[in-house]
C-alpha cells in the first residue's frame, strides 16, 4: 500500500518554463516532507523539505507548497533548467511507532529541454 | 569524510551466497538508515539505527537480511544466502540526530545476483 504517491511517472518541460512536480500522502501522521533529487548511478541528493506546519518553502528557484487538508504537496521549479533533468522522489516522515524512516513515492522522471 | 560512502559500489554474488555491504555514514551523525530500491521505484526502508540501537527493523525482507552498527558509526547490512530477487541498489543515508532534519545518501551498492 502505497502510503506516498507520485502520479505522474514523467514530465517534459521546456527550458526557462516551470516545472511542477506533484505528491500526495494517506498517512495523516506524516508531519514533515522533502524532495530528493536522483541523477543516475547516484544517490539521492536532498533539494527541499516542509514541516506541516507550513504551507510553502521557497529556496532559489525551488518552492515547496503543502495542502495538508488535501493531503498534497508540489514542487515548483522556476525556471527549469537543462540541469534540472532528473528524477525526483518525494518523501514523508512521522513519528510513527518510534521510528523516523522516510517513506518514498516512487519518483518522477523531469526531463527539461533546451 | 565529506559524505556518506558505501562500498562496493558493485557486487556481483552467485545465488544462495553470502554478502556484506558496508557503509560510513558522515561523522557525528547519529541516525543511520538502509534502504532498498528496485529498478523503476523509489526507496523502500529496511532498517534504522540511532547510534548502536537498531530502533525500527520493520522493512527487513526476511530473516536473511541482517544488520548491524556494532559502535554507533560504520553499519553493515550482511544478506545470506542471496536470491534473485535481491537484486537492487541498497542505500545507506545518515541524519544528524532526532528530529526533522535532511537525511544524506551515499552513492549505494547496486547488488546483481545471478
Known amino acids: 500500500d502505497q502510503q506516498v504517491k507520485q502520479n505522474s511517472p514523467s514530465l517534459s518541460v521546456q527550458e526557462g518554463r516551470i516545472s511542477i512536480l506533484n505528491c500526495d500522502y494517506t498517512?495523516?501522521?506524516?508531519?514533515?516532507f522533502l524532495w530528493y533529487k536522483k541523477y543516475p548511478a547516484e544517490g539521492p541528493t536532498f533539494l527541499i523539505s516542509?514541516?506541516?506546519?507550513?504551507d510553502k518553502n521557497e529556496d532559489g528557484r525551488f518552492t515547496v507548497f503543502l495542502n495538508k487538508s488535501a493531503k498534497h504537496l508540489s514542487l515548483h521549479i522556476v525556471p527549469s533548467q537543462p540541469g534540472d533533468s532528473a528524477v525526483y522522489f518525494c518523501?514523508?516522515?512521522?513519528?510513527?511507532?518510534?521510528?523516523?524512516?522516510?517513506?518514498f513515492g516512487k519518483g518522477t522522471k523531469l526531463t527539461v529541454n533546451p | 569524510g565529506a559524505g556518506v560512502s558505501q562500498s562496493p559500489r558493485y557486487k556481483v554474488a552467485k545465488r544462495g551466497q553470502d554478502v556484506a555491504l558496508r557503509c560510513d555514514p558522515i561523522?557525528?551523525?547519529?541516525?543511520l538508515f538502509w534502504y532498498q530500491q528496485a529498478l523503476g521505484q523509489g526507496p523502500e526502508f529496511l532498517t534504522y539505527?540511532?547510534?548502536?540501537?537498531?530502533?525500527?527493523k520493520s522493512g527487513l525482507p526476511s530473516d536473511r537480511f541482517f544488520a548491524e552498527r556494532p559502535e554507533g558509526s560504520v553499519s553493515t547490512l550482511k544478506i545470506q544466502r542471496t536470491q534473485q530477487e535481491d537484486s537492487a541498489v541498497y542505500l545507506c543515508?545518515?541524519?544528524?540526530?532526532?528530529?526533522?532534519?535532511?537525511?544524506?545518501f551515499g552513492q549505494g551498492t547496486r547488488l546483481t545476483v545471478v
Open positions: 543515508a545518515s541524519r544528524r540526530g532526532r528530529g526533522y532534519t535532511e537525511a544524506f
Open positions: 518523501a514523508a516522515s512521522g513519528k510513527m511507532g518510534g521510528s523516523e524512516k522516510l517513506v
Open positions: 516542509i514541516s506541516s506546519i507550513k
Open positions: 539505527f540511532q547510534n548502536e540501537a537498531q530502533l525500527d
Open positions: 561523522s557525528g551523525h547519529v541516525s
Open positions: 498517512n495523516s501522521m506524516f508531519d514533515y
